[in-house]
């Protein structure tokens, strides 16, 4: 999970889900590095104090035994859906990146 201070806004009126935000890397003594465009921040790693789960939700049929017990109780004779939740993951840790974008400079040409 990363948390960021401020506000990310894509260019357009496409919105954030499904674009590409930035390069998510991490330096050789563990410190996370994140790029955005033409901008970079550096983070840290913290521990959450409850874990989050991620949750999908998907229709699908019930199983045999429901299906038998909801006949005797409700004399149903055909297949109903219904709704499962599968955990995709669990999150731990967070990213957290409170200080300010750094621009990178690559090339600064001399004073003439």
Do not use: W
């Not at 299906?67 to 990213?95: D, N, P």
């Amino acid at each position: 999970m990363l948390e960021l201070q401020g506000e990310i806004e894509a260019r357009g009126h496409s919105g954030l889900p499904g674009n590409l935000m930035g390069d998510l890397h991490f330096s050789t003594e563990g410190i996370p590095i994140l790029i955005i465009g033409h901008h970079i921040l550096y983070g840290k790693i913290s521990q959450l104090e409850r874990p989050f789960v991620v949750l999908v939700k998907k229709t699908c049929t019930r199983a045999e035994s429901e299906m038998e017990t909801e006949r005797v109780e409700q004399g149903v004779g055909e297949e109903s859906a219904s709704c499962c939740y599968v955990a995709s993951a669990i999150i731990k840790k967070k990213i957290i990146f409170k200080t300010r974008p750094k621009p990178i400079i690559t090339n600064v040409p001399k004073k003439l």
